[in-house]
């Protein structure tokens, strides 16, 4: 251990049936045994469910915007835990884009088949403004595209990534 204080352990005591808690800053908690099983599966699905989104759902939505790379300029996920999965498209046209259409009924579906519902949309390239109103950058996950596309220094436009695209 590095003595780094999320190295050390916590101190667990089973005393009939609860569990008594004891983390490095010396607060107790007193808990059902139950509680703390629960606890520790809840944790250890919540590690495989945010491996399994990296490594399938974010690496599928990313090859397909490579695949997709003249005509998509960026891919965004939202992190709305009160909502469903949304991929947002930026398209590198300043208008609807119908030839990509069938692309992305392809996506939706390819992600649907591995068990990730989810909603694939497309947004014309603009400002950040415009852009905003879809979602809030901020709080995304940029899966594709330059990573100007989301950062404060570059909000007026997309615009700037037509000498770096992603």
């Known amino acids: 251990m590095s003595g780094n204080s999320s190295d050390r352990p916590i101190q667990l005591k089973w ?16 808990k059902e045994a139950s509680w703390a099983v629960s606890a520790c599966q809840n944790k250890l699905a919540l590690e495989r469910f945010v491996r399994q989104f990296k490594d399938d759902f974010l690496v599928t939505v990313h090859s397909w915007c490579v695949q997709q790379g003249d005509r ?10 009160a909502s469903h999965l949304q991929v947002f498209v930026v398209t590198r046209l300043p208008r609807y884009d119908f030839t990509l259409s069938q692309a992305l009924s392809d996506l939706e579906t390819r992600l649907f088949e591995k068990s990730w519902p989810c ?45 770096n695209p992603g």
């Open 15 to 30: 005393d009939g049936g609860h569990v008594v808690i004891t983390p490095e800053d010396e607060d107790r908690f007193v």
């Open 72 to 81: 998509v300029r960026g891919a965004f996920v939202p992190i709305d835990a």
């Open 119 to 163: 909603d694939v949309l497309q947004i014309p390239d603009g400002s950040m403004e415009s852009v905003q109103t879809f979602f809030d950058p901020e709080r995304s996950i940029q899966v594709y595209g330059d990573a100007a596309i989301s950062s404060h220094e570059s909000r007026e436009s997309f615009a700037l990534l037509e000498n």
